[in-house]
């Protein structure tokens, strides 16, 4: 189906923001890899792993105090549904990373649970991605991977990892959860990179 940028469709969803094969919804469905963990800030914490093994752990209240930036962008699900115009507010990932240094080329993402995602550096840096605590004005509810998760919106969502608890920075890229069972390395919407073989 071809669709001129900018046609609305019959709920008003603007159509030329939305990926091949993907439809719009104004549900936020949830979707995990296991049982939803219950972390209370005080004791979350998100340990940044140099590609030299130097670590740095930083606490709720030092998140709090980092530059805090509000992001609209759309969401886009491997399982074919878009959400446009989601509210987050939280810290952009290069905030993070700036405070250890790096020259690593990739970072991996871990979660509590166990999860864990691969994504080029520059996929993380230049406001392309952040680490949310709040939607639409309230606390990150943990069913939607509170109280902090990993925002990359210009991916598939199994690349924004909930509850996150850390990030690896390294000079080899490492799949993760979903890409070693065979997702796409890299998951672009707009080029529908959804399996390997994509």
């Not at 886009?76 to 549904?81: A, K, P, Q």
């Not at 446009?84 to 080329?105: N, Q, S, Y």
């Not at 949310?132 to 069913?143: C, I, K, Q, R």
Request: proline letters at 8%.
């Amino acid at each position: 189906m071809s669709v001129t940028p900018g046609f609305r469709g019959r709920r008003g969803f603007d159509l030329g923001r939305l990926p091949p094969g993907q439809y719009p919804t104004e549900d936020f469905p949830v979707l995990s890899a296991g049982p939803t963990p219950q972390i209370d800030t005080a004791d979350w914490r998100l340990t940044v792993t140099t590609e030299t093994g130097e670590r740095s752990v930083l606490t709720w209240p030092r998140l709090m105090a980092l530059p805090q930036h509000d992001i609209t962008a759309d969401l886009h699900c491997v399982t074919r549904w878009s959400k446009f115009d989601t509210h987050w507010r939280g810290v952009a990932v290069e905030d993070v990373i700036d405070r250890v240094g790096t020259a690593a080329d990739f970072v991996i993402a871990h979660s509590y649970g166990g999860y864990s995602t691969n994504l080029p550096l520059e996929d993380v840096l230049d406001g392309r991605a952040w680490i949310v605590h709040t939607f639409d004005g309230f606390a990150l509810s943990p069913e939607h991977g509170g109280p902090a998760r990993l925002l990359v919106p210009h991916l598939y969502l199994w690349k924004s990892a909930k509850w996150i608890n850390g990030l690896t920075l390294s000079d080899v890229d490492e799949p993760g959860f979903w890409e070693s069972a065979g997702y796409h390395n890299h998951g672009d919407p707009w080029r529908e990179q959804r399996e390997w073989k994509d």
